[in-house]
């Protein structure tokens, strides 16, 4: 992205609601009525021109390419309106299925996609079938499907919920926000893939229709009109609605959604030198009073207010006596109901048939009909093999280090899967605000150069989260989380880490991440990370339980305080989409104080509680691997993370003295999802096994206990060397598209797991049982459950937790 452009999009950041519905009125209000209506058609995309400056332009209509038509020269404008546009295909359909020719077209926005695709030689059926094909979820999801990230970014899902980011494009500036909602990455793939054809057309005059789209200029509130240039990005730029896509730069104009000046642009159109226009409004009507209660709602109704106003400006402007308007009866259908696809088609196409006798003098016969369909056939012409691959539009970043791992050489023949495939692979990386592609013809062949912007609020990014727990019983934790990322601190796309955790337990974490192999590619590059970790609690020991022992009653030994810090240095390599492995060293040192003794636990068992110190040297590896779609409430994908440590441990404290000798650890995390419908069924199976010097009545390394860690019991209250944990949850998703979270969900748990101080101890006839039934919702700052717990030898309790279990 330039630098202008960043500048630029600073200025228009971090608007709240309702001072962005002022903002938009301002530029409605702002703009000219010469700038929305009845003016002759504007300059060039590749010199987009306001319409108000149009005067000058020389006066009479644009002649249509194509000889003399001996008939009407028909031509449609389609309105913008979010998924509401859909519509549109079902009035082409019936246009098809009638024979009723068009031989012009100007859209906005949604109409704009639309219409320019029709333009292009797409027929309706066939735009019926790929956009009934599409998973709109996906289409406008923010990030590309996690298992395609890298196994930084997917752990970072573990610790912060991706969904809110914050940045800062240096130390010291302004925090800045996303400024679009959702992402446009794969309706601009889209509509690169569907317009590749076409591309060589001199002007959207000489496409298979002649075509014209609105967008707004977001500085100074002109219509721009495009009619020549890039049309996929010409078609991107008309459908930039603030607030949910980012807007584009074109030729050094910030541009927007062209539904906020010219929503059913007829003066485009006419300006055409088109005989009678065929309008097809279906933008988004006023809401009723009931929608009034909120600041989403007035915010909504007075931006619908302001687009209905250019709306009806542009409705005075057809002639009753030969112009025909189409506005399908939509119902409660709105801009947002993608997912209600076939209904808009449907209602479409149904008003169109009954508007079929207003249009019974344009139909053509058979024979005219076939020639006026071949005449718009869309052209075959396919890029020729590649010649070469470049980068072009960044600044900071270098895209280029990505070669290795992308599918398209110089040589190859030109693949619109491969290249979208790239494109993902370059958007993976989470640096970009938009990566797009285009073509070039070369004397030797194609030119492939991939377009990227690199997101203005960054390279610094900030995620919040929050970390809460509470049993409705006086015991509870709070913990406020911050992360702090700082990408691309050189070209090999070195990158600095920070978590900072405050509140019941206190936690500092950090890591510098090196890729050794600069130009190898992230799926290859050998790195090295110096991480260090520091953090404190306050901790409960329990007695120890025998292996048929009741936990209603749990007996409290005492409360300590924990104290640990670490350092260390890991070799490791990614293993592409998979994950990564790594092999290091670490040191650590932990610090125990007891902070209470509990009368009634050392009368009962004579444990007395000890300051204890440990230091540890140990060598380490890790491999992850992790292919769940979501890491919170996934529904499908699988995860396996195993890990061993080996080393020599000092441990000293005031009964025992002096313990040294050597320990090893193995951990095992194996997790299987799987979903029909709106059910999900999750597997987890959880080893651990250490073997270490420990002093006499002092807990086991590992812990189990609490709300989905073995239900029914406290937190922690089992404590061993060797824990066995497994869980099978099922889960039922409750609602399709819910406000501010990913969506709610019902479920309930069987757990069933242990824990023994030596492996010699361990029976299977010895698991204890838990449950749970649970609400949650999987929100912007983190998962949020409200469960009931239960367990046969436990006891049961209610939860509120909001985080990771």
């Known amino acids: 992205m330039s630098s202008v452009l960043a500048r630029r999009l600073r200025r228009l950041r971090c608007l709240p609601a309702a001072a962005a519905a002022l903002l938009l009125g301002g530029v409605l209000a702002a ?3 010469r700038a929305q209506v009845g003016q002759p058609d504007p300059g060039s995309a590749s010199d987009p021109e306001p319409v108000a400056a149009a005067a000058a332009l020389p006066p009479g209509p644009v002649e249509l390419a194509g000889p003399q038509l001996g008939r009407p020269r028909v031509g449609l404008v389609l309105s913008g309106g979010g998924a509401r546009g859909l519509a549109h295909v079902g009035v082409l359909k019936v246009f098809e299925r009638a024979h009723v020719p068009v031989d012009a077209i100007a859209g906005t926005s949604m109409g704009a996609i639309i219409g320019g695709l029709y333009a292009s030689g797409m027929g309706a059926v066939e735009m019926e079938r790929e956009l009934g094909a599409i998973d ?138 088109v005989d009678l226009i065929i309008a097809v409004n279906i933008g988004t009507p006023l809401a009723g009073r009931d929608t009034l209660g ?13 687009t209905e106003q250019n709306v009806q400006r542009s409705l005075a402007l057809l002639d009753p006596a030969r112009d025909v308007l189409i506005a399908p009866p939509l119902g409660r259908l709105t801009s947002a109901s993608f997912d209600r696809a076939a209904d808009l088609v449907a209602a479409g196409e149904e008003h169109a048939e009954r508007m079929l006798p207003r249009l019974a003098a344009l139909r053509l016969g058979e024979a005219d009909w076939l020639a006026h369909r071949r005449a718009q056939a869309r052209p075959g012409d396919p890029p020729e093999p590649i010649a070469s691959v470049r980068f072009e ?98 070209d090999s796309g070195s990158e600095w880490r920070n978590r900072i955790q405050i509140g019941s337990v206190p936690r500092w974490f950090s890591e510098l991440y090196v890729p050794l192999g600069a130009g190898s590619g992230p799926a290859s590059d050998w790195f090295v990370a110096l991480h260090g970790d520091a953090s404190r609690r306050r901790q409960t020991l329990y007695e120890p339980v025998g292996a048929t022992d009741s936990g209603r009653d749990p007996v409290v030994a005492g409360r300590q305080l924990r104290a640990a810090a670490e350092v260390g240095v890991d070799l490791g390599q990614p293993l592409g989409e998979l994950g990564e492995w790594r092999v290091g060293l670490t040191q650590q040192l932990l610090r125990v104080q007891p902070e209470s003794q509990d009368a009634v636990g050392a009368s009962r068992t004579g444990t007395v509680l000890q300051a204890l110190r440990a230091e540890e040297q140990a060598l380490q590896t890790t491999l992850v691997m992790d292919q769940l779609d979501h890491a919170s409430f996934p529904r499908q994908g699988w995860r396996v993370r195993l890990a061993a440590q080996t080393g020599r441990r000092r441990v000293y404290d005031t009964a025992s003295g002096e313990d040294f000798g050597p320990f090893h650890r193995v951990e095992a995390d194996l997790t299987r999802v799987a979903s029909a419908g709106r059910q999900t069924l999750e597997t987890t199976l959880k080893l651990r096994h250490a073997r270490q010097p420990q002093p006499d009545g002092v807990a086991g390394h590992y812990l189990l206990g609490g709300f989905h860690n073995l239900s029914g019991y406290e937190s922690d209250q089992l404590s061993g060397n060797d ?28 757990e069933a797991g242990n824990a023994w101080l030596a492996p010699a101890s361990m029976r299977l006839s010895q698991l204890r049982w838990g449950t749970s039934a649970f609400v949650a919702a999987d929100t912007g700052l983190g998962p949020l459950y409200l469960g009931l717990t239960w367990a046969p030898l436990g006891r049961p309790g209610v939860t509120l937790m909001l985080g990771r279990p």
């Open 31 to 33: 703009v000219p009525v």
């Open 136 to 273: 709109w979820g996906a289409m406008f999801a923010n990030r590309l499907p996690r298992e395609s990230l890298s196994q930084r970014r997917k752990e970072e899902d573990f610790e912060i919920s991706p969904a809110i980011e914050v940045g800062l494009s240096r130390i010291g500036s302004e925090p800045m926000l996303p400024i679009g909602s959702v992402s446009s990455r794969e309706l601009e793939l889209l509509l690169r893939r569907h317009t590749l054809a076409v591309r060589r057309a001199p002007s959207f005059d000489g496409l298979p229709i002649p075509f014209r789209a609105v967008a707004t200029d977001m500085e100074s509130g002109e219509a721009v009109v495009f009619r020549d240039g890039d049309l996929a990005q010409a078609l991107r730029a008309s459908m930039s609605v603030p607030g949910v896509f980012a807007p584009i730069e074109v030729d050094g104009r910030i541009l927007g959604d062209g539904g906020l000046v010219d929503n059913l642009p007829v003066d485009v159109a006419r300006a055409m030198g």
């Open 294 to 306: 909120t600041v989403t709602g007035v915010t909504t109704q007075m931006i619908n207010i302001l």
């Open 393 to 490: 539009g960044q600044d900071l970043t270098q895209p280029q280090r990505l070669s290795p791992v992308m599918t398209v050489r110089p040589g190859q023949d030109f693949s619109v899967e491969r290249v979208e495939r790239d494109s993902r692979v370059l958007a993976a990386s989470g640096d970009y605000l938009h990566v797009d592609y285009r073509v070039e013809d070369l004397p030797a062949g194609t030119g492939l150069v991939y377009r990227v912007e690199e997101k203005p609020w960054g390279p610094n990014y900030f995620r919040l989260g929050l970390a809460l727990q509470s049993d409705f019983a006086g015991r509870g934790e709070f913990n406020a989380l911050l992360s702090h990322n700082r990408h691309w601190l050189d």
């Open 723 to 750: 824990t066995l944990l497994a869980r099978l949850t099922w889960s039922v998703r409750l609602t399709g598209q819910p406000v501010l979270t990913r969506g709610i969900f019902a479920g309930v748990t069987l």
